[in-house]
């Protein structure tokens, strides 16, 4: 079986043939020689083969997500992963940091899996800041947080380092994380930040096709679990933990996808994880002054994040008067172009542009000509 990649389609810009056209905020564009590893025959997942390939993917998830901790693989999309966060590692009442469509889903989460739990909610396009939340967790009341990272429908990056060092200042508080947005594109120290529980999924930064997802948990949170009545079988924490142990998964995982995932974190392992962050903050800043140049020109576009709380692997461009989202997006499409129109409530408001996985910043430029073009027509 063939998983070592050819080293000359580790460089940038040879993803493979047609590369650089699909700019979703997920699930993003894969490489060819990723889709091809699917190809690859069928073996149990009892057995050596599957064995072979958890224990190259271990090493090089843990890297990605900056831990000594294991790095658990299931086979779901990111949001089992976030359910089974609260489900896991709340003990009595949770307080769920809402800024948009994701993070309010982790509310709703834990809300249908019966646990008590409040918002702390913040206008769309806006972050929370490490003051709101120490006054928050005044009196005790919560035990633990969500938050989300990189706020897929509004392009804000929520500080989660200072947010999750005021969360375990005031207490016995764990911080449940979701990078699924910005694990492989934007800075992420699992440890050095002391993030108790963090999940993201295959087909954002990471670029795998969808239907992976993945998370890490430390002593806290595992204490939490043994102790918890909600924590199910399919997510339970302490499962995943005893399988990872012997290189397996508790149940059939997504093979296939995992042929892929072995292939793409041989290319991240090439690239450098910190070389990976530096690419799409360059390709972040490369919109912000188009977005710039744009508005000197006289085109009235904006930035729906704040600056210096925007995530580098999505910007949401708010759209002159006249310019509905989703006829940009379509005008887009008949150029060979896909973009993000906005998220839910947003959608006509603005577009959205997933500069996140393998791209670079050349087939970024190419895609902005295509949408200056759109805009100004
Ligand atoms: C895409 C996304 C999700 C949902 O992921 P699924 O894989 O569709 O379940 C959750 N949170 C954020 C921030 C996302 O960008």
């Not at 020689?33 to 599957?50: C, N, T, W």
């Not at 706020?151 to 969360?167: K, W």
């Not at 994380?177 to 934007?186: F, K, Q």
Request: aromatic share 8%; glycine share 10%; hydrophobic share 40%.
């Amino acid at each position: 079986m063939s998983t070592l990649i050819d080293a000359t389609s580790t460089a940038a810009g040879s993803s493979g043939a047609g590369f650089g056209r699909f700019f979703l905020p997920g699930p993003t564009e894969v490489r060819e020689d990723v889709l091809r590893a699917m190809l690859q025959p069928m073996i149990g997942h009892r057995g050596k083969g599957i064995e072979e390939i958890m224990g190259r993917i271990a090493p090089r998830l843990q890297k990605v997500f900056r831990t000594s901790r294991a790095v658990y693989s299931v086979t779901s999309s990111a949001t089992g992963l976030m359910e089974g966060g609260v489900r896991n590692a709340v003990r009595e009442r949770v307080l769920c940091l809402v800024n948009g469509s994701f993070s309010e889903r982790f509310y709703k989460a834990a809300k249908n899996s019966g646990i008590p739990c409040d918002k702390l909610e913040v206008p769309y396009g806006a972050y929370h800041s490490p003051e709101m939340l120490a006054d928050s967790l005044k009196g005790g009341k919560y035990d633990a947080i969500t938050m989300v990272h990189s706020e897929t429908s509004t392009g804000v990056l929520n500080p989660i380092g200072d947010l999750a060092r005021v969360a375990h200042e005031s207490g016995d508080v764990v911080v449940i994380v979701d990078t699924v947005s910005s694990m492989a594109g934007a800075q992420v120290e699992c440890d050095a930040w002391e993030l108790d529980y963090v999940c993201t999924g295959s087909q954002k930064a990471l670029a795998v096709p969808p239907g992976l997802a993945f998370c890490t948990a430390n002593e806290r949170i595992f204490e939490r679990a043994r102790a918890s009545s909600r924590r199910g079988l399919y997510f339970d924490v302490l499962e995943l933990d005893d399988y990872y142990r012997k290189h397996q998964t508790p149940n059939t995982p997504a093979v296939s996808l995992l042929y892929a995932l072995d292939v793409q974190l041989q290319h991240i392992d090439a690239e450098g994880i910190e070389a990976r962050w530096a690419r799409h903050q360059a390709m972040a800043d490369r919109t912000y002054a188009w977005v710039a140049e744009l508005k000197d020109a006289g085109l009235p576009l904006s930035l729906f994040a704040p600056e210096g709380y925007r995530s580098p692997t999505v910007t949401c461009i708010g759209m002159p008067a006249g310019k509905l989202g989703s006829s940009v997006t379509a005008e887009m499409k008949k150029r060979g172009f896909v973009i993000g129109s906005g998220y839910g409530k947003l959608k006509d408001d603005m577009v959205r542009i997933g500069h996140m996985g393998d791209h670079t910043v050349d087939e970024l430029n190419a895609l902005l000509d295509a949408l200056r073009e759109v805009l100004s027509a």
